[in-house]
């Protein structure tokens, strides 16, 4: 069954510093696999996806990430942190290509230190 | 363009009660799913519609249905309420079936007591 591990639940980093959310998933084909924030009492804002090409995608906010296939992974990456980056991320893929279905880790709550 | 649109924002329901959430995806998007989000479950998904048609659904109570209209709104409605169904409820809406980018609304907060 498809599924998908954030290994961490909350990250402090200082405004500035760079920053690196992790996401393993589990997927029998070649997954579709997104990126979502979440800021407190929010819905789900996509920060972006990634469908086949390129692995190093870019997203909206600064962010990229990478897919790599031989790890299963597909790790957030930004830069440099500002303090409002504070939120939560969600890492998700999809469950097959005929299907909305979204499968969800369970989140990274990013905390940014001044 | 409108993005997607939750109503109500939030809801305070008695146990036994019975509540129906509304969706408007975005203009012109046909597929609207639903997902149910709480801190000790984290981000579930509830169901699925294109063109009126559940295509989906996921591992829930039949206490929980859901519809979709000819202009791709939708509704979900919670049956006999019970505390453990307080949660914010998300809807998301694509312009498809399948994997394209889906768009969250905002999300409705719903307490029971």
């Known amino acids: 069954a498809q599924s998908v591990t954030q290994p961490d639940i909350h990250i402090t980093v200082s405004e500035g510093a760079s920053l690196e959310l992790r996401c393993n998933y589990s997927y029998g084909a070649t997954p579709y696999l997104f990126w979502y924030v979440q800021s407190p009492g929010q819905g789900l804002q996509l920060l972006l996806k990634y469908f086949s090409g390129d692995t190093l995608v870019q997203g909206i906010k600064g962010f990229e990430a990478e897919f790599k296939r031989s790890q299963s992974s597909f790790n957030l990456r930004k830069p440099s942190v500002h303090w409002s980056d504070a939120a939560e991320y969600f890492c998700a893929v999809g469950a097959s290509s005929n299907t909305g279905k979204l499968i969800f880790g369970q989140g990274t709550t990013l905390q940014v230190k001044p | 363009k409108a993005g997607v649109t939750q109503t109500p924002r939030y809801l305070i329901k008695t146990r036994g009660q019975q509540v129906t959430l509304s969706c408007s995806p975005i203009?012109?998007?046909?597929?609207v799913s639903w997902y149910q989000q709480t801190p000790g479950q984290g981000l579930q998904f509830l169901f699925e519609y294109f063109s009126e048609t559940q295509r989906n659904k996921g591992n829930f109570p039949g206490r929980f249905s859901g519809r979709q209209f000819s202009n791709s709104r939708s509704e979900m409605n919670v049956s006999t309420l019970e505390l453990g169904d307080s949660a914010l409820y998300l809807c998301a809406s694509r312009s498809r079936v399948g994997n394209t980018e889906a768009f969250f609304g905002q999300g409705t907060r719903l307490t029971v007591v």
């Open positions: 203009s012109g998007h046909r597929s």
